[in-house]
């Protein structure tokens, strides 16, 4: 039996695989060398970051352009009906995207990797983080505040 090269397990060289060193290692290991291959990629191309701040954005804005029919026409004006549709769309983008960024909180699994994964995610976007966080949670705030508004109005 031989050890793997990484973690020091005793596996089977038959059915052990090889590391891009040429090193022997254990099924885990190679997962997990693989996982943060991907993980350094995804880094290093940047897009991952961008996506989630432009996304983010787009919940700001559509929590912007919700308030707006309120903020320039004035509550008694503005088709409430339509305009607590349109409020739905911001909330539900917004509720999508905070449980994309925070999938591993949110499930619970309590898996050590996925909380890992989670934590890299935010470390890869840096401030942008907390600045999407912001935008979200301030475009989630003024869809809701506009459906508070007119959806009373929508009901009736």
Same mark, same amino acid.
Not at 49 to 73: D, I, N, R, Y
């Given at each position: ?53 432009? %996304?983010?954005?787009? @919940?700001?804005?559509?929590? *912007? !352009?919700? /308030? ?5 026409? +004035?509550?008694?004006? #503005? ?52 600045? %999407?966080?912001?935008? @979200?949670?301030?475009?989630? *705030? !003024?869809? /809701? ?5 007119? +959806?009373?109005?929508? #009901?009736?």
């Amino acid at each position: 039996m031989s050890k793997c090269s990484a973690c020091g397990a005793a596996i089977d060289p038959s059915i052990a695989t090889y590391d891009n060193a040429g090193n022997l290692v254990c099924a885990k290991c190679a997962e997990r060398q693989q996982l943060a291959e991907g993980m350094a990629r995804t880094t290093a191309s940047g897009v991952g970051t961008l996506v989630g701040a432009v %996304s983010a954005l787009g @919940v700001f804005g559509l929590g *912007l !352009l919700s /308030v707006m029919p309120v903020l320039s026409e +004035g509550r008694e004006r #503005v088709d409430s009906a339509r305009l607590a549709r349109l409020c739905i769309i911001p909330i539900v983008a917004g509720v999508t995207w905070l449980l994309m960024i925070e999938r591993a909180a949110v499930r619970g699994t309590g898996n050590w990797q996925d909380l890992n994964r989670a934590t890299s995610r935010r470390v890869r976007m840096g401030n942008g983080y907390i600045m %999407s966080v912001i935008a @979200v949670a301030i475009g989630l *705030l !003024l869809a /809701v505040a506009t459906l508070v508004v007119v +959806g009373s109005d929508a #009901v009736k």
